[in-house]
């Protein structure tokens, strides 16, 4: 940990507060992606647990767009998601 002070200055400060409410509707955006979350208990009869999670590509795709360095989204552009197979566990 380290301690201290820190001077900052008015300017600097607004523009920090600004991204932090940038990432707030981030966080809260992504949290709104999620459809349902389940546990399942792990075959085997072991006690261990997995978790479900569900997440509408759609939602997602979009956002990843919005925050991509492009100008402009239109709803005739096409949107892929890549990769997705390799989230599932082997």
Do not use: H
Not at 37 to 59: L, P
């Amino acid at each position: 940990m380290i301690e201290g002070t820190v001077q900052i200055s008015i300017k600097d400060f607004d523009k920090l507060r600004k991204e932090s409410k940038r990432l707030d509707l981030l966080i809260k955006s992504l949290r709104s992606c999620v459809a349902n979350v389940e546990d399942k208990e792990t075959e085997g009869g072991s006690d261990e647990w997995i978790q479900i999670i569900e997440i509408d590509a759609k939602k997602v795709a979009r956002l990843a767009a919005e925050y991509a360095d492009v100008e402009e989204i239109r709803d005739v552009d096409i949107i892929k998601l890549i990769n997705v197979e390799s989230l599932e566990p082997k």
